[in-house]
C-alpha cells in the first residue's frame, strides 16, 4: 500500500498550490479519501475529506472557499486545490484513506506561505 503525496513547496500569501496523492496497492474506489495537516508543534487536523465516489465533501471551517478536495477514481488520485493562500496554512500536509476500520497514511508534503 502507498500513499505519494506531491505538490507542496513554497508560495507566496493569496498564491495557490494543488497538492496530488497517488494511491496503489488498494481498492482506491471504495476508500473515503482525506487531506489533513500538521503544522509544527501543533496536532494533525483534518482539512477535507470526499467520499468514495465523490458525492460529498466536507471542509474545515478555515479553509471553505478556498480549498477543494476532488477525486479521480480511474487514476487512483485525490487533489487538493488550495487558493488565497494564508501563512496560517503552512504545514505538512498528509493524504489519509479509511475503509471501515482501515486507515492509511501518505508521508506528507510541506507547505509553506511565506513572503
Known amino acids: 500500500v502507498q500513499l505519494v503525496e506531491s505538490g507542496g513547496g513554497l508560495v507566496q500569501p493569496g498564491g495557490s498550490l494543488r497538492l496530488s496523492c497517488a494511491a496503489s496497492?488498494?481498492?482506491?474506489?471504495?476508500?473515503?479519501m482525506s487531506w489533513y495537516r500538521q503544522a509544527p508543534g501543533k496536532e494533525r487536523v483534518l482539512v477535507a475529506a470526499?467520499?468514495?465516489?465523490?458525492?460529498?465533501?466536507n471542509y474545515a471551517d478555515s479553509v471553505k472557499g478556498r480549498f477543494i478536495i476532488s477525486r479521480d477514481n480511474a487514476k487512483n488520485t485525490v487533489y487538493l486545490q488550495m487558493n488565497s493562500l494564508k501563512p496560517e496554512d503552512t504545514a505538512v500536509y498528509y493524504c489519509?484513506?479509511?475503509?471501515?476500520?482501515?486507515?492509511?497514511w501518505g508521508q506528507g508534503t510541506q507547505v509553506t506561505v511565506s513572503s
Open positions: 489519509n484513506a479509511r475503509f471501515l476500520v482501515i486507515r492509511y
Open positions: 470526499i467520499t468514495s465516489a465523490g458525492g460529498s465533501t
Open positions: 496497492g488498494f481498492t482506491f474506489s471504495r476508500y473515503d
